[in-house]
């Protein structure tokens, strides 16, 4: 079976903002993908969350390496968040030095009335490759209602040049 990929919404920042929000997404997919090459204006954590929805919805478990650190380490990040953590306020992250990070996010069977898994990929590496970061989560949203927007926030501000895409992904 072929899997297509069509681009919903893309947006580029040309202004530092804290919060961007891909609405109006099309029912008409199987699953959506966003991808976003990202930086912030100084130490921050960033966030998604679907339909502007702040309640119990959420629920997690993330794996997080540090590249300064030894082991990996775990948490699951149950209810009560009103939205996604991609990172954390343990793994702040400070891209004002030259950094770079991508997120791909993927909503799996995003229109079900029931849980809608969802799979993340974080990654960040700083300019002078003295602090790296890769958080890998997944998890439910598990609101009735399918999601018809994204919002990308962070308690900063996304630097300029920073890009968000979704993707609706169809099964042929």
Avoid: H
């Avoid at 966003?34 to 969350?49: P, T």
């Amino acid at each position: 079976m072929a899997i297509t990929y069509e681009i919903l919404a893309s947006t580029t920042v040309n202004a530092n903002q804290a919060t961007i929000t891909l609405s109006s997404i099309s029912q008409s997919y199987t699953d959506l993908r966003l991808v976003a090459n990202m930086g912030l204006g100084g130490q921050g954590d960033i966030s998604v969350r679907c339909n502007g929805d702040t309640g119990n919805n959420y629920y997690s478990e993330v794996l997080t390496g540090l590249g300064t650190a030894g082991a990996p380490t775990s948490a699951i990040e149950g209810a009560g968040v009103g939205a996604f953590k991609v990172t954390s306020s343990a793994q702040q992250i400070n891209q004002g030095s030259g950094g770079n990070s991508l997120l791909t996010f993927d909503f799996l069977s995003y229109t079900f009335s029931l849980n809608k898994p969802v799979l993340w990929e974080y990654g960040f590496a700083a300019g002078n490759s003295s602090y790296n970061v890769r958080r890998t989560g997944c998890g439910n949203y598990t609101s009735g209602a399918p999601i018809s927007s994204i919002t990308i926030f962070t308690n900063q501000s996304f630097s300029n040049g920073t890009t968000f895409a979704l993707f609706g992904i169809l099964k042929a």
